[in-house]
């Protein structure tokens, strides 16, 4: 199978995706790798890092706006996601994260799920780690320097992370 997600056009909320982030791709859902990743392997899956992957949906805005296609392209994307992840960064968990609209932390318009492979002791309580996720969206969208250890990476350093997953998907020919 060839990989022709460079060619394609992504858009997450307000902003425009390189392609050469997109790590795997379907007919409604795409994942690339995060600007601020929380833990290694931390992606967003997204509908149409330490690593940090997103997984997105195409076009809608919260979860009450997916068809029952995309809902199910979505999570199935996810969870195949997840298992290569997990496996990859040697992990032993994997969290999945939606956050549904503002009040509930969605800090772009678009539906995605936030999958980060886990291992014992990356936080020292559990649950801190959607503590981190909340102060990396906030500090997205507002500009903020609260966590010195974590900086933007650079488009080379993402687009040689996706580089690495996209071959836990596609073979090269």
Sequence with gaps: MQVHMESETYVFGPYKIDPREVFYSTGLSYALVNLRPVVPGHILRSFDNMSYLLLACLLAHRVVDLSADELSDLWLTAQQIGHQLESYHK??????????????????????????PRKTGDFEKNDEIYDAIDLKEKELKQKLDLDIER????????????????KLFYRED
Aim: hydrophobic content about 30%; some cysteine.
């Design 151 to 166: 900086k933007d990476r650079t488009m080379e350093e993402k687009c040689e992370e996706a580089s690495e997953y996209r």
């Design 91 to 116: 992990a032993s968990s994997l969290t999945f994260n939606v956050q549904d609209g503002p009040q509930a932390g969605q800090t772009v318009p678009h539906v995605h799920i936030h999958i980060l």
